[in-house]
């Protein structure tokens, strides 16, 4: 059985500081993992993927993910936020079927 | 590359009417999905085609919601008759058989009064 938790329900950080969205996930077997972002009242979009290749997966607008298998994790980290990363995150699980997170409400203060 | 298709984007209905969703998948992509995405939560798979047969259905209702893929391309989701709680977004991805990431389209937001 497949699992993903995303361990903050909200983050809220500076305009221009880091961003750590954390996810941890249970598996079976050595899955891809996934992270989308959400802005309001869009569809969902891919930032990255990890498919057991380099551990440190770069994606779309700055954003990347390391995958720590002994940490079962896949946190999302960008050096420095921006206004328009504010939107909902979310980690998934899977491979033809995805296991969803609740997702990671991220806010940006000016 | 046209993303994925859906419409309408907005739907307003009274409990008990019925409502249908449209989905046109990526060019190409084999396999297509419909999740609800209730407010406030991740989505949460209701059916997963693989060209015009189901793969996964255990998490649809099947005494009111259907869904039906005929050519292998389109696809329509249907509610009847329509609950309170059936208020979501409704969203559709693709993918290919090669690539295993989804592709979201911008999702149909069901309210049901």
Redesign the interface.
């Known amino acids: 059985a497949q699992s993903v938790t995303q361990l903050d329900s909200h983050v809220s950080v500076s305009e221009g500081t880091p961003v750590l969205l954390r996810c941890n996930y249970s598996s079976s077997y050595s899955p891809?993992l996934?992270w989308?972002v959400q802005h309001p009242?869009?569809?969902?979009?891919?930032l990255l993927?990890y498919?057991s290749a380099a551990t440190l997966v770069k994606g779309i607008n700055g954003f990347e993910a390391e995958f720590k298998k002994s940490e079962t994790s896949f946190h999302l980290t960008k050096p420095s936020a921006h206004m328009s990363d504010a939107a909902e995150y979310?980690c998934?699980v899977g491979?033809?079927?995805?296991i969803?997170?609740?997702?990671t409400s991220l806010a940006v203060n000016p | 590359e046209a993303g994925v298709a859906q419409s309408p984007r907005y739907k307003i209905i009274e409990k008990r009417q019925s409502v249908a969703f449209w989905c046109n998948p990526i060019s190409g992509h084999a396999t297509l999905y419909w999740y609800q995405q209730i407010l406030g939560q991740g989505p949460k798979l209701l059916i997963q085609f693989q060209n015009n047969g189901v793969v996964d259905d255990s998490q649809l209702p099947k005494d009111r919601f259907s869904a039906e893929r005929l050519k292998g391309v389109d696809s329509t989701l249907k509610i009847q008759p329509a609950k309170l709680e059936d208020s979501a977004v409704y969203l559709c991805a693709s993918s290919s058989v090669r690539r295993n990431e989804q592709f979201f389209g911008p999702g149909t937001r069901l309210t049901v009064l």
Do not use: C, D, P, V
């Not at chain 1, 009242?41 to 891919?46: A, E, F, I, R």
């Not at chain 1, 491979?95 to 995805?98: A, D, G, H, Q």
């Not at chain 1, 969803?100 to 997702?103: A, D, E, Q």
């Open positions: 891809s996934f989308y009242n869009k569809g969902l979009q891919l993927k498919t979310f998934a491979n033809r079927k995805l969803w997170g609740l997702g």
